[in-house]
């Protein structure tokens, strides 16, 4: 295993013990500044590590019954770039607003390991909509949107 995947594999396991435990300063260290997150809920992606982290917060206020259900890893091209970079994809399941959620979390890995952009996609629609709304509603109080 190379170096580069090492550090990845790390980086998923922290990321998923940071979640798990809510734990919003054991997450930024795992961004990079620039790290890009993907929202099925906006078309432009959030941008910098600490807009991300804003978004973490309310992300982490927002779910209920947050829990990872299945983990693969591997390569994929990002969005940004069109690199292929060392990847991870994270299932997840949770309830927002009543409305259970299944989705994956998609994380590219930079050359330190750290998580360079996010993709997140959840289905069913009714979700994402419910979702959405919470998310807004959070981003308006903490004066991110």
């Known amino acids: 295993m190379t170096t580069e995947v090492v550090a990845s594999v790390d980086t998923v396991d922290r990321f998923r013990a940071a ?3 809510r734990d919003l300063a054991a997450l930024e260290d795992l961004f990079t500044e620039g790290v890009r997150l993907y929202s099925p809920v906006k078309f ?8 991300v982290m804003g978004l973490f917060g309310v992300l982490l206020r927002t ?11 591997g ?3 990002t969005s940004a770039e069109g ?3 060392p990847s991870a994809v994270l299932v997840f399941r ?3 607003g009543g409305k259970e959620i299944h989705g994956i979390d998609l994380l590219h890995f930079g050359e330190d390991g750290r998580i360079k952009e996010f ?3 959840v289905r069913p629609r009714s979700a994402v909509e419910a979702l959405g709304e919470a998310v807004l509603k959070g981003l308006v109080a ?4």
């Open 44 to 51: 432009t992606p959030f941008e910098g590590r600490a807009m």
């Open 142 to 145: 903490e004066g991110l949107a």
């Open 75 to 77: 390569a994929a091209q």
């Open 94 to 96: 949770a309830t927002v």
């Open 83 to 85: 690199v292929t970079l």
């Open 119 to 121: 993709t997140v996609m």
């Open 63 to 73: 779910f209920e019954d947050f829990r990872y259900v299945g983990e693969y890893s």
């Open 19 to 21: 979640v798990d435990a």
